[in-house]
T-cell receptor, first 114, second 108 residues
């Protein structure tokens, strides 16, 4: 089944404790991206990658890192999480030219930073 | 500054009503996305369009590139259409920019 998977789905952590949220897709998509969704602010792009070893900042990259060493994986790294990073996170992928193609979203990761 | 404006922010309708959600953007674009997010949280892509109109079942999306405006219509609305509808576009750098969404509630 074609899908985007994220892990973990739920995570409660404490300020400053490094964490990684994994994202993997099995559709051989070139484009992958991360979003955070907050009430009243909508869906905002954190980072995106148009292909392996190519990553770019979205609207809200501060406090986040990403890497794209393999086509299928695009982990989101929070080196020192803070409470303002408490949010619902989505990973997405698409083929071809990325932002001009249909986006496939993962199920979301709800992160709470205490 | 959000470059995508959606209206209304919230919408309540009775089952069977015709629904329109509007999306305006401020820059020239090549393609516009409509997404649906159900109360369970998952997001699915409904449409991606660059001109004219697309139809899928009871959902119709239109876009006017010159006026920088798109609409999502739902005919014969049903409670299962209750969701948040999000529009957005691909930026020239490869990024994606989305609006804040329209929360639709369809009452039986």
């Amino acid at each position: 089944e074609a899908q985007v998977t994220q892990n973990p789905r739920y995570l409660i952590t404490v300020t400053g404790k490094k964490l990684t949220v994994t994202c993997s897709q099995n559709m051989n998509h070139e484009y992958m991206s991360w979003y955070r969704q907050d009430p009243g602010l909508g869906l905002r792009q954190i980072y995106y990658s148009m292909n392996v070893e190519v990553t770019d900042k979205g609207d809200v990259p501060e406090g986040y890192k990403v890497s794209r060493k393999e086509k299928r994986n695009f982990p989101l790294i929070l080196e020192s999480p803070s409470p303002n990073q408490t949010s619902l996170y989505f990973c997405a992928s698409s083929g071809g030219d990325g932002s001009y193609n249909e986006q496939f979203f993962g199920p979301g990761t709800r992160l709470t930073v205490l | 500054k959000n470059e995508v404006e959606q209206s209304p922010q919230n919408l309540t309708a009775q089952e069977g009503e015709f629904i329109t959600i509007n999306c305006s953007y401020s820059v020239g674009i090549s393609a516009l996305h409509w997404l649906q997010q159900h109360p369970g949280g998952g997001i699915v892509s409904l449409f991606m369009l660059s001109s004219g109109k697309k139809k899928h079942g009871r959902l119709i999306a239109t876009i006017n590139i010159q006026e920088k405006h798109s609409s999502l219509h739902i005919t014969a609305s049903h409670p299962r259409d209750s969701a948040v509808y999000i529009c957005g576009y691909g930026g020239s750098q490869g990024n994606l920019i989305f609006g804040k969404g329209t929360k639709l509630s369809v009452k039986p």
